[in-house]
């Protein structure tokens, strides 16, 4: 259903608003979903971030220790999205040209030819990313920037949707170079992913005694996940709400327990999440807690501790609900 709001303008009638039905967007988020915990077993709020990721058409990043089902969640994602899948496994010696591609001379035409690299997909899986080195990871950041890659003074555009979703093991592990801050920026959402649940690691154990292997459908495919997701401009937000995305990113600014604060990039970042997470539920008008709910997940890495506050034990979860508290929520 889609209603046209009419303003007059010099006696033109120009449309103000369009307000469209977003129950596909609920019904889709539902049915993807529910295919991907046919393989995942728990982590529910994690895998809505990352179809929130998907719908925004951005990029993700899975932070925890080895064995949690990163690599599994991601390739399921994209198996039942119906997206191209291509995995790297980012390793100190990777080179900028594995990933982007490089020229090649073909000797029965005498010239080169471009070789396609394992960027050229729709779902590009970065495994282990904080093990590569620097200049790999600023091949990698064109590419999430830009939605292109240069080789040799040559631009080509990647397929759309383009979404990485890159795994890291925590930096104090050894042989991992921190990510720069150019480069998290370009993220989303960081997601932490803990030790599952104590009934869930159960399961996870029953299902490989009895050998259950689930396979899973494609529910969606790229032409529509990009007609979905340009009907998120029609999710309406209100002033007010703006003002509260406002007022939580700049207080990160001015926080005493906060040396660097998140940027202007973090507000655009929590409306659009916000407005993904509304859809999906079915609404298209957001709502504070849709703003709360992925406050954390996209202002986390990007904002520093000050140093006494992490002697202290502070954690940034614990600030920004303490942010999110202090903050008086639009009515």
């Known amino acids: 259903m889609v209603n046209v709001m009419i303003m ?35 982590y529910t709020d994690i895998l809505q971030k990352v179809f929130i990721s998907v719908l925004c058409d951005a990029h993700v990043l899975l932070e925890g220790l080895p064995g949690l089902a990163k690599t599994v969640m991601a390739k399921t994602f994209a198996r039942v999205l119906g997206c191209t899948f291509r995995r790297i496994q980012f390793t100190p010696d ?9 020229q090649i001379f073909n000797q029965k035409s005498s010239e080169f030819v471009f070789k396609k690299g394992p960027l050229f997909s729709n779902i590009v899986l970065a495994d282990e990313i904080n093990r590569a ?27 759309s949707p383009f979404i990485v979703i890159a795994t890291q093991n925590p930096i104090e592990q050894e042989g991992t170079y921190p990510l720069p801050e150019a480069q998290l920026d370009r993220f989303y959402f960081k997601i932490n992913m803990g030790y599952p649940e104590s009934d869930d690691e159960v399961e996870i154990m029953r299902r490989q005694v009895k050998g259950i292997h689930r396979d899973v459908d494609s529910i969606l495919n790229p032409e529509e996940i990009v007609e979905l997701q340009k009907k998120l401009d029609f999710v309406w937000i209100n002033t007010r709400i703006l003002r509260y995305i406002r007022d939580v990113t700049t207080r990160t600014r001015d926080d005493p327990q906060i040396a660097i604060g ?17 859809a999906i539920l079915g609404r298209n008008y957001v709502i504070p807690d849709d703003v709360k709910d992925v406050a954390f997940n996209a202002l986390n890495h990007r904002m520093q501790l000050k140093p006494e506050a992490e002697l202290e034990g502070v954690s940034k979860e614990s600030v920004v609900n303490r942010i999110l508290e202090e903050i008086p929520v639009p009515i």
């Open 8 to 42: 007059s303008v010099k006696n033109k009638k120009v449309p103000e608003m369009r307000i469209i039905d977003m129950t596909d967007i609920r019904v889709k988020a539902q049915q993807v979903l529910s295919e991907v915990a046919k393989v995942i077993v728990g």
């Open 94 to 102: 990777l080179l900028p040209a594995d990933i982007t591609g490089s």
């Open 133 to 159: 080195a620097p200049k790999t990871q600023s091949a990698l950041l064109e590419s999430m920037a830009e939605k292109q890659i240069t080789v040799e003074g040559k631009t080509y555009p990647l397929d």
């Open 262 to 278: 998140a940027g202007p990039r973090a507000s655009l970042v929590l409306m659009k999440a916000s407005k993904a997470r509304a």
